[in-house]
């Protein structure tokens, strides 16, 4: 049994794969996962999950995530998030030859992908207005959830801030304005694709597989794949793609 761990900026994520790549997978709060798991140790914050009882030995666990560079995991390999995601994506669809679109919590990627190996990537992690926590505060101040908000992409008000604060002062103007909850979240979701279309012009592809936890809003799904013409695959666990590409990068550096 192997383990990967992303250490997400909203959720940790943790895959344990078999040698027959049967996984189990969990989830945690990121907040909660490291008051539970971790503690600063001589000046450095450090997660302990052999505590959590995963079922791993040895140079067993790889990790990645958005906290990678500030958190040390104990016992555990390092790897780029790109370099996990891209093996992720490509373990739950079974291609290769397509572009990656991953949305976290606060942060994006887009990389391009042909036979199997990484072409080019690019990243944005400067600005959240493309992110998980852009669509939880304009689903907020619309006092909807994330999961109706996922539903509407027709007649989309137009919004103009790039900014995710910003950007909830503009939303609640239009409320005020008079215009349509649907309408409302429909611009919110054409936002998010206004802001990733430039990096996903420049790594093209027929196909593009979404994954991250944004992958859930099915309306953004619609729009990207109206847009570019591309076919949109969002896999089963697409908030995964990271941990489960770990794995995979640890059974592949154990049999070099």
């Known amino acids: 049994m192997i383990a990967g761990l992303d250490l997400g900026s909203r959720s940790v994520k943790v895959a344990l794969m078999g040698e027959d790549h049967s996984l189990r997978l969990e989830s945690y709060d990121t907040m909660k996962f490291y008051k539970e798991y971790g ?28 906290g990678r560079q500030s958190v040390k995991v104990k016992g555990a390999r ?44 690019l990243t944005n992690d400067k600005c959240a207005a493309s992110t998980g926590r852009y669509l939880e505060n304009m689903a907020a101040a619309l006092n909807i959830s994330l999961d109706e908000l996922s539903r509407y992409y027709l007649s989309p008000v137009e919004l103009t801030s790039t900014c995710a604060i910003f950007g ?38 027929d196909t593009i597989v979404f994954t991250g936890g944004v992958a859930r809003n099915s309306a953004l ?36």
Not at 43 to 64: C, H, I, K, R, Y
Not at 170 to 195: D, F, M, Q, T, W
Not at 237 to 256: H, K, V, Y
Request: proline content about 4%; aromatic content about 4%; hydrophobic content about 40%.
């Open 39 to 66: 503690k600063n140790t001589g000046g450095q914050f450090v997660v302990d999950v052999m505590s959590m009882n995963l079922p791993v030995t040895g140079e067993a666990l790889t990790a990645t995530g958005y």
């Open 168 to 205: 909830e002062s503009e939303l609640i103007g239009r409320v005020v304005e008079g215009c349509s909850i649907p309408s409302l979240a429909a611009g919110v979701n054409h936002s998010i694709y206004k802001r990733i279309r430039p990096m996903l012009a420049k790594l093209s592809s």
């Open 78 to 121: 390092v790897i780029p998030e790109i370099k996990a995601h891209v093996l992720g994506a490509a373990f739950l669809t079974g291609l290769s030859d397509f572009t990656l679109l991953d949305l976290g919590g606060q942060d994006s990627k887009v990389a391009l992908v042909r036979n199997g190996n990484l072409v080019d990537f």
């Open 221 to 256: 799904g619609r729009i990207i794949g109206e847009n570019t013409g591309a076919q949109v695959i969002v896999p089963e666990n697409p908030e995964f793609a990271g941990a489960i590409g770990c794995c995979l990068d640890t059974e592949m550096e154990a049999a070099r």
